[in-house]
């Protein structure tokens, strides 16, 4: 089955990305290998396009990907053509509603506009970790700045101990247009219902003309399982969750500290 694969794409945080937040040698070398194959890389993340480029250049593996699934599948970047395609925004209207039934929890809200998160309070901590992925908080009027943009995501950032409370309005919240999900104990992110990495990997698929049998996906966390459902072999590192090790084709023995990724394309594709 390895031998019919044309493209490959990664998860990065947990997956790809060590507890460091960096590539191991072993990883970056199999990656480099993979273009001297003929075989398209690509990585796939929550994070926006644009500082997602900057990390590659960072991690020393810009040359060798082909392309990039931002906003959880929601746009996609070519690298050779360097174009992006953006799907399924949320408008005005929804982000409005989104606004007004939060405005009185105690969170953060964020929206991404390229590498520039536009926020409803800055702190230190968040924007440090704006920082750490090269992306810009801006401290704005939200509520004005909803009127007339879109964005891919919405991103309620709240502390730990915060987030219940955050967790308990969402019970009555409903709108058929938007969809949320706990992203981790500080993040509750609301994106498009039709966006998911699943969708994202379809949009892939037709944009390089690619049958799906022939990717190959790895990841780690729940997010993950509309694409490693939907790809051709779907592997897991040993530390992803059970949800995802019952759904995959492959659970490695690797975890991402192990260089899982490099170790599995050394093993079975290279």
Request: glycine content about 6%.
């Amino acid at each position: 089955m390895e031998s019919m694969i044309t493209l490959v794409v990664c998860d990065l945080d947990e997956t790809l990305l060590n507890e460091e937040k960096q590539i191991s040698v072993t990883d970056r070398r199999a990656i480099e290998q993979l273009k001297d194959k003929g075989i398209l890389f690509g990585v796939i993340s929550g994070h926006p396009v644009e500082s997602t480029r900057k990390k590659l250049r960072e991690w020393k593996i810009e040359d060798s990907t082909s392309f990039i699934l931002g906003m959880n599948g929601g746009t996609l970047y070519d690298a050779q053509t360097q174009k992006i395609e953006e799907y399924h925004k949320l408008k005005g209207d929804v982000l409005q509603r989104i606004f007004h039934h939060f405005q009185d929890v105690n969170c953060i809200l964020q929206f991404y506009q390229g590498d520039v998160r536009y926020v409803s309070k800055s702190t230190q901590r968040t924007r440090n970790q704006a920082d750490s992925f090269l992306e810009t908080e801006v401290l704005a009027d939200v509520e004005s700045l909803i009127l007339t943009e879109s964005f891919n995501k919405v991103t309620l950032y709240a502390e730990s101990n915060r987030m219940p409370e955050v967790l308990e309005k969402m019970i009555t919240f409903k709108d058929p247009d938007c969809m949320g999900f706990l992203v981790d104990p500080n993040r509750f992110e609301f994106s498009d219902p039709r966006i998911n990495k699943g969708y994202g990997l379809k949009k892939l698929c037709q944009h390089y003309g690619v049958a799906m049998e022939h990717i190959l996906a790895f990841g780690n966390a729940t997010n993950d399982i509309p694409m490693l459902s939907t790809a051709g072999i779907g592997v897991c590192v040993q530390n992803a969750t059970d949800d995802v090790k019952a759904i995959c084709n492959v659970i490695s023995p690797y975890t991402n500290d192990e260089s899982a990724i490099g170790n599995y394309l050394n093993e079975n594709l290279l």
